[in-house]
């Protein structure tokens, strides 16, 4: 038989890669190979920090670099490998993704600065800073790969990550926490990947916008109701919507709470943009047609969210059911598909990302201040510190969603989303539950902060590290910022909203040929 | 394992299992093979080292910690990525070299490094995680 | 045919590895996830389809393979899953005797460290 070479060239990119490209890839590949190198130096305790500090900058300067392109040209896309799609593994970067990527970035940043003083020695010799960029390795993969069995493979990296800080310290309580985080999320990661074996099966591709695109061919007669009601389970299951989030409350106090505070914005968001990407780009039928199913699950899980805020006594199981009520709003604004609704739900998850890290590392420092994490011993806290109470107060009156702050405008936009469409029940949802975080953070103020420092109280290390301080109030600002000023993000947003909504342009940047 | 039979013959089984991966490494490129599973050869080969002589002795011969060897791997699989940066092709294409050592031209490529990266990965992950269940001073999850 | 077959295994694993996650022991429930992701690489396979059983080898002096063989694709999903499964496997065990060693139980009701019973409210008043 004779050899005859075959003609790749339809299926290679032979032209040269312009290297505003390589910001798609960067985040991921930049946090791996840094992982890398910091997980080579695992014992240099001194030099983990003053390495992965820097590292993570970078990390936020190139998530900056990628949303200004993006911003500026639409979504881009680089293929693995030279083979082109859906041959290769492509990474997309839509304006979702990169908002997400760049808010993850600024998390982790403020995580790794905070770090420096509640992570000790024998934390760091554990490996805190290797599994921080090797979490964010497989969050920044998650936000911008677009190959859905490439989601998977970051899901899983993030998740194996996750695990290694969770048991930071191997205390009883955080494997009693890491049992029931690592069994129902592998059973989450395992369900996404029976729903994507099927997907595979039906279409022959995995990759997003060629299943996009011959989805909306054939839809007749292939059986894609089945497969996103499976994908809203696995990714609710993940983000913690209601009847499957008891996983998040078991487990999110026990870590350290620096942990905790990467954990409560980067995992459970990383779920709401995989079914926002999957449900909006794939499905977009099958999503109106469930779309009460969602509607029905965010609204018991903001409401139950916030009753179960009420009833802790601990500060940080309190934060926990915090993180699952905000999770609500976002699946009200997936339900809703509107750009409004569905603009409303990104910019509620970069503020939740914001706050919710702001919020869980004010934990830590007031934890430390009143020497207890439970409000029947905590108090005196605005004595001991006015700059601290009122940043506190600021992030608490902006997870509450009260206005001049981040949460008040895309709470404003989901509710008249809900409205316009005569879903009255689920605005009322989104104000109730609001109401209801407004009472449990208000007394924690009340009881922590504003209640002098009883006789019996114990009392806590009395200095506040500049180390935590500076995050704190760089996300309080932030979040007054966004207050103040929400017309730039809300029009990016709505805009992202609009580019999940019609993905014409993420599939052109695919397929350039596609009209 | 207290078996003189096995830790008169674990070296040298050993010694044949790595050399042997190092060729299932190498013949990966074209022919069945490659990183992955001489990796797991090669941490078979170390874990019969480690039943016949206890855990402390393959430490010992490794030299560096296993989790150091997974993240040396790691590194240079995206060194490979990295390195089409700098001839404006996607990431992780695959690039070819072919020097000429002592008469003999050798092909090098980034796919071989990235294939060597995966190699060290799967033993030094493999290796940390039977070490981790076999000894009593492992360093848990 | 084989489909057929594959399919009536798959749901099988599938049964007895919900029946296995059901049980409150750890032990179990951690075998009910070894099987589950073994029943979803099956599911992985049988979905890229059940060809002739030649392996996707290109012969020398060729580009392209010279004859039908099965799809290489789902088995590289199915090796990324296994490679995932084998390492959470490892870990989840390891976790779990760390568990029994610390909490001296595996059984996921008496598990209350970090949730303990009878925690006293927050104060209702200032």
């Known amino acids: 038989m004779a050899a005859s070479p075959a003609d790749l060239s339809a299926a290679l990119v032979l032209s040269p890669v312009p290297p505003a490209d390589w910001f798609v890839v960067l985040p991921p590949a930049w946090c791996l190979l840094a992982g890398s190198v910091l997980l080579m130096?695992?014992?240099?305790?001194?030099?983990?920090?003053?390495?992965?500090?820097?590292?993570?900058?970078?990390?936020?300067?190139?998530?900056?670099?990628?949303?200004?392109?993006?911003?500026?040209?639409?979504?881009?896309?680089?293929?693995?490998?030279?083979?082109?799609?859906?041959?290769?593994?492509?990474?997309?970067?839509?304006?979702t993704g990169a908002l997400f990527a760049l808010a993850g970035g600024l998390v982790a940043l403020a995580g790794g600065i905070y770090a420096l003083t509640d992570i000790d020695g024998e934390g760091r010799r554990y490996g805190f800073y290797p599994f921080l960029l090797l979490l964010m390795a497989g969050v920044s993969g998650a936000f911008l790969t677009g190959d859905i069995f490439n989601l998977y493979v970051w899901f899983e990296v993030l998740l194996i990550a996750s695990f290694g800080l969770l048991?930071?310290?191997?205390?009883?309580?955080?494997?009693?926490?890491?049992?029931?985080?690592?069994?129902?999320?592998?059973?989450?990661?395992?369900?996404?990947?029976?729903?994507?074996?099927?997907?595979?099966?039906?279409?022959?591709?995995?990759?997003?916008?060629?299943?996009?695109?011959?989805?909306?061919?054939?839809?007749?007669?292939?059986?894609?109701?089945?497969?996103?009601?499976?994908?809203?389970?696995?990714?609710?299951?993940?983000?913690?919507?209601?009847?499957?989030?008891?996983?998040?409350?078991?487990?999110?106090?026990?870590?350290?709470?620096?942990?905790?505070?990467?954990?409560?914005?980067?995992?459970?968001?990383?779920?709401?943009?995989?079914?926002?990407?999957?449900?909006?780009?794939?499905?977009?039928?099958?999503?109106?047609?469930?779309?009460?199913?969602?509607?029905?699950?965010?609204?018991?899980?903001?409401?139950?969210?916030?009753?179960?805020?009420?009833?802790?006594?601990?500060?940080?199981?309190?934060?926990?059911?915090?993180?699952?009520?905000g999770i609500g709003v976002m699946l009200a604004g997936v339900s809703l598909g509107s750009p409004g609704g569905l603009?409303?739900?990104?910019?509620?998850?970069?503020?939740?990302?914001?706050?919710?890290?702001?919020?869980?590392?004010?934990?830590?420092?007031?934890?430390?201040?009143?020497?207890?994490?439970?409000?029947?011993?905590?108090?005196?806290?605005?004595?001991?510190?006015?700059?601290?109470?009122?940043?506190?107060?600021?992030?608490?009156?902006?997870?509450?969603?009260?206005?001049?702050?981040?949460?008040?405008?895309?709470?404003?936009?989901?509710?008249?989303?809900?409205?316009?469409?005569?879903?009255?029940?689920?605005?009322?949802?989104?104000?109730?539950?609001?109401?209801?975080?407004?009472?449990?953070?208000?007394?924690?103020?009340?009881?922590?902060?504003?209640?002098?420092?009883?006789?019996?109280?114990?009392?806590?290390?009395?200095?506040i590290p500049a180390s935590a301080m500076l995050p704190i109030a760089a996300f309080a600002a932030l979040a007054l910022l966004f207050g103040l000023l929400p017309e730039p993000l809300l029009a990016v947003a709505q805009s992202a909203a609009r580019g999940l909504i019609d993905p014409a342009a993420y599939i052109r940047s695919v397929f350039p040929g596609v009209t | 394992m207290n078996s003189l039979i096995l830790r008169t013959v674990a070296p040298f089984l050993t010694a044949l299992m790595l050399l042997f991966s190092v060729f299932v490494l190498l013949r990966g490129?074209?022919?069945?093979?490659?990183?992955?599973?001489?990796?797991?050869?090669?941490?078979?080969?170390?874990?019969?080292?480690?039943?016949?002589?206890?855990?402390?002795?393959?430490?010992?011969?490794?030299?560096?910690?296993?989790?150091?060897?997974?993240?040396?791997?790691?590194?240079?699989?995206?060194?490979?990525?990295?390195?089409?940066?700098?001839?404006?092709?996607?990431?992780?294409?695959?690039?070819?070299?072919?020097?000429?050592?002592?008469?003999v031209e050798v092909a090098l490529s980034t796919v071989m490094l990235f294939d060597i990266g995966v190699y060290l990965v799967v033993v030094g992950a493999i290796i940390s995680i039977a070490l981790a269940m076999e000894g009593r001073e492992g360093e848990g999850p | 045919m084989t489909e057929l077959l594959f399919v009536i295994l798959i749901g099988l694993f599938f049964a007895a590895a919900v029946y296995l996650m059901l049980s409150k022991f750890l032990v179990r429930v951690l075998l009910g996830v070894v099987l589950l992701g073994n029943a979803v690489n099956l599911l992985l396979f049988t979905a890229g389809r059940i060809l002739r059983e030649v392996p996707p080898i290109i012969p020398a002096g060729h580009d392209v393979p010279v004859a039908l063989t099965a799809n290489p694709l789902p088995q590289a999903l199915i090796l990324t899953a296994i490679v995932i499964s084998f390492s959470f496997f490892a870990f989840l065990l390891v976790l779990v005797y760390r568990a029994y060693q610390d909490l001296g139980t595996d059984d996921a009701n008496e598990m209350r460290v970090a949730e303990p019973e009878n925690t006293p409210g927050p104060p209702t008043g200032y």
């Not at chain 1, 279409?203 to 809203?232: H, Q, S």
């Not at chain 1, 830590?364 to 011993?377: E, I, K, P, S, W």
């Open chain 1, 41 to 95: 130096l695992r014992k240099k305790r001194r030099l983990q920090p003053l390495l992965a500090i820097p590292a993570l900058a970078l990390l936020v300067l190139f998530d900056a670099l990628l949303f200004a392109h993006v911003l500026e040209n639409g979504p881009v896309t680089m293929v693995m490998g030279r083979w082109l799609p859906p041959f290769g593994i492509a990474f997309t970067a839509d304006l």
């Open chain 2, 29 to 103: 490129h074209n022919e069945p093979g490659g990183g992955f599973i001489g990796g797991l050869i090669a941490a078979s080969a170390l874990a019969i080292y480690g039943i016949a002589n206890g855990v402390s002795a393959v430490r010992k011969a490794l030299w560096f910690h296993p989790m150091s060897i997974s993240a040396f791997g790691l590194f240079l699989a995206c060194v490979a990525g990295f390195l089409s940066m700098a001839f404006a092709v996607p990431f992780m294409t695959g690039l070819w070299v072919y020097p000429v050592v002592l008469g």
């Open chain 1, 167 to 325: 048991v930071l310290g191997s205390e009883r309580r955080q494997i009693d926490g890491a049992i029931k985080y690592a069994f129902l999320n592998l059973v989450a990661t395992t369900l996404f990947l029976i729903a994507t074996g099927y997907l595979y099966g039906i279409f022959g591709t995995l990759n997003m916008a060629d299943i996009a695109l011959k989805a909306a061919a054939a839809r007749e007669w292939l059986p894609l109701m089945t497969l996103a009601a499976l994908y809203v389970l696995a990714f609710g299951m993940k983000a913690a919507a209601f009847p499957v989030n008891f996983w998040l409350p078991a487990s999110y106090h026990t870590p350290r709470i620096v942990v905790s505070a990467l954990f409560a914005a980067l995992l459970t968001k990383v779920g709401i943009y995989a079914m926002m990407r999957v449900m909006m780009t794939l499905f977009p039928l099958e999503r109106e047609e469930l779309s009460l199913l969602i509607a029905a699950a965010g609204a018991a899980t903001m409401i139950l969210g916030a009753l179960g805020a009420l009833a802790q006594s601990d500060l940080r199981r309190l934060l926990g059911y915090a993180v699952i009520s």
């Open chain 1, 343 to 463: 603009g409303g739900a990104i910019f509620y998850a970069l503020h939740s990302m914001i706050v919710m890290t702001g919020l869980y590392l004010a934990a830590g420092v007031a934890g430390r201040l009143a020497g207890t994490f439970d409000l029947n011993g905590a108090g005196g806290l605005h004595q001991r510190s006015a700059l601290f109470s009122g940043l506190s107060l600021m992030l608490f009156f902006a997870v509450s969603s009260l206005p001049p702050f981040s949460g008040f405008w895309p709470k404003v936009m989901v509710v008249k989303a809900a409205l316009d469409i005569g879903a009255w029940w689920l605005a009322a949802a989104i104000l109730l539950a609001g109401f209801l975080t407004t009472i449990a953070f208000g007394r924690v103020y009340l009881l922590a902060y504003w209640r002098p420092a009883g006789a019996g109280r114990p009392a806590g290390d009395g200095r």
